[in-house]
């Protein structure tokens, strides 16, 4: 009987090795490109070009800034191309030009003179691999086309061109410089909408524009009790009309180091039942959409704008592309923010949290710093709508911005202490 037991104890030791030896590569795999192919279409009318990886990665972006470039990007924190083998050019494709940046890689696919396709990008439904259709097309037809769109030239954002003090990057430089050299001082409160422009409109006659105001000046009330040495400025105390551009000034002329914009969410749908279940809390960062609904509150959010004719025009997602490169730093300490205020929503205020996302909002634009947008909640769910209209609801909430941004700080300037202190 001791003989099977100390049997079974050797047999469960090995499995434990082995589990243990397999574990081992996977947990430092990196996703890996290994090649890319095109492939002619049996019916002759297009390609298929292939990116094989060997992870789904994040997302990905295809811009045709002229008849005879296509310029794809894959984001990807860790995408590996050690491996990676060019695709066989001929007649068609004159060249597959890969590029490394610090948020993933980058291809020119140049074409040969004569040959014209409209494309759509495609998860492969049975894999990981990243599929580009492209489909013949005329010159004059080729619908994501843009005539004011110029070809983006990758090298200005390779990590070469990131580490040296490159022309194109000088005017990034003060603001970096302020950033690096002082602690976390200004945080800009930010109320949403305000004055003749409400923002959602909830049930029981809740108004977005008065729950972002009373959370904003308590999230102000809180850090000047608790954190003297965090100077607060708001874009509005008052109920009156304040355009996103102007909110975006008063943040950049008052040296921000953090920008929280607040924000109430409202769903609407042909079904009353699925419209009034929706609820939880968002917090957005700046950078693409990566999904509808993502997209939909974007939407809602800048449309303030289309009030203010010709004063700016709407982000295109190449100025988000742009953006998301030039702005690696201020991006990752945004996600960083998002995550600690997602987290104390979750697990500190027990509310329902439906996660960091990203989003291209015109307010997280302006503002020329670090930022996030926080959707507090549903007020077209009745009891979301009810919670954030009261003052016991709007102090849960609000003490969970305030114990997001106390601890960025703490973080901050440890940071800070760390540098000016090896110096
Ligand atoms: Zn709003």
């Not at 491996?83 to 610090?102: M, Q």
């Not at 390779?158 to 603001?175: G, I, R, V, Y």
């Not at 700046?286 to 993502?294: N, P």
């Not at 809602?300 to 997602?317: A, D, F, H, K």
Request: charged share 25%.
């Amino acid at each position: 009987m001791q003989h099977l037991y100390s049997y079974v104890f050797k047999l469960f030791c090995i499995l434990i090795l082995f589990s243990g030896f397999l574990a081992l590569p996977q947990a430092s795999a990196q996703t890996e490109l290994q090649r890319v192919s095109a492939v002619e279409r049996s019916d002759g009318l297009g390609y298929v070009v292939r990116f094989h990886l060997s992870e789904t990665i994040d997302s990905s972006k295809v811009l045709q800034p002229s008849t005879d470039l296509l310029q794809v990007k894959l984001y990807s924190e860790n995408l590996d191309t050690v491996n990676f083998n060019p695709p066989v050019t001929g007649n068609v494709f004159k060249d597959f030009i890969l590029y490394e940046l610090p948020s993933g890689i980058a291809f020119d696919i140049k074409l040969h003179e004569g040959h014209y396709f409209n494309f759509s990008a495609y998860n492969d439904q049975n894999g990981r691999d990243l599929l580009l259709a492209l489909a013949q097309s005329a010159p004059e037809d080729l619908t994501a086309l843009s005539d004011d769109q110029s070809p983006i030239d990758w090298n200005l954002f390779t990590h070469d061109a990131q580490t040296e003090t490159s022309e194109e990057f000088l005017f990034d430089e003060p603001a970096d410089e302020r950033r690096n050299g002082s602690r976390f001082e200004v945080v800009v409160i930010d109320a949403g909408h305000g004055g003749w422009e409400p923002g959602a409109g909830g049930v029981n006659g809740v108004h977005e524009k008065d729950v972002t105001l009373a959370v904003a000046l308590k999230v102000g009330e809180y850090i000047e009790q608790n954190i003297p040495d965090l100077k607060v400025v708001y874009t509005r105390t008052e109920d009156e009309y304040v355009s996103l551009v102007d909110r975006g000034k008063i943040a950049n002329e008052n040296n921000g180091d953090l920008f929280v914009s607040i924000h109430a969410n409202s769903f609407s749908h042909a079904n009353k039942a699925r419209q009034r279940s929706v609820h939880g809390a968002e917090v957005y960062f700046l950078g693409m959409a990566r999904s509808q609904s993502a997209l939909e509150v974007m939407k809602r959010e800048n449309s303030v704008v289309q009030y203010e004719t010709g004063e700016i025009e709407e982000l295109t997602e190449e100025d988000l592309l742009i953006y998301e490169l030039m702005n690696a730093g201020n991006m990752s300490t945004s996600q960083r923010i998002a995550e600690k205020m997602e987290y104390q929503f979750r697990e500190r205020a027990q509310r329902r949290s439906r996660g960091v996302k990203q989003a291209g909002f015109q307010v997280l634009y302006e503002a020329s710093m670090p930022g996030v947008l926080i959707e507090l909640g549903f007020i077209s769910n009745p009891a979301e709508a009810n919670y954030l209209n009261s003052e016991y609801g709007q102090a849960i909430v609000a003490s969970a911005i305030f114990r997001s941004i106390r601890d960025f700080k703490i973080e901050y300037d440890r940071s800070y202490n760390r540098q000016t202190s090896a110096r």
